[in-house]
């Protein structure tokens, strides 16, 4: 299998259903980016700019723990909820087939 599909609510509260591939080593905010929703990513993916924060709506989907940098981002960013997430910090795997997530408000 080479592509997951990821299901992404945008800020107007409409889901995409996106395919994934798991061989380009993306993450969640580049394929954001490249089904062109309203993520910028602004940091290039260096856990810095938290303009990637999404929220993680499934609850049985394993994803990689958080680590320090990721950690203290979300501990300066605004909305930021138990279930936050930033997208470049999740790289797309088989795993993530299934995955639900909604777009974090902008800050
Ligand atoms: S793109 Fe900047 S923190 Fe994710």
Redo the contacts with the bound molecule.
């Keep these: 299998m080479s592509d997951v599909t990821i299901k992404i609510k945008d800020r107007e509260g409409t889901v995409h259903e996106v395919q994934a591939p798991t061989d380009m080593a993306m993450?969640l905010?580049e394929v954001c980016k490249a089904y062109e929703l309203p993520?910028?990513?602004?940091?290039?993916?260096?856990?810095?700019?938290?303009?990637?924060?999404c929220y993680i709506l499934s609850s049985d989907i394993p994803l990689p723990e958080m680590g320090d940098d990721?950690d203290a981002?979300l501990a300066e960013a605004f909305y930021v909820e138990d279930n936050s997430r930033?997208?470049?910090?999740i790289p797309i795997t088989e795993e993530l087939d299934g995955l639900e997530i909604e777009l974090a408000p902008e800050s």
């Design positions: 993450n905010m993520v910028e990513g602004t940091c290039g993916g260096m856990a810095m700019c938290a303009s990637c924060q990721e981002m930033l997208g470049c910090q």
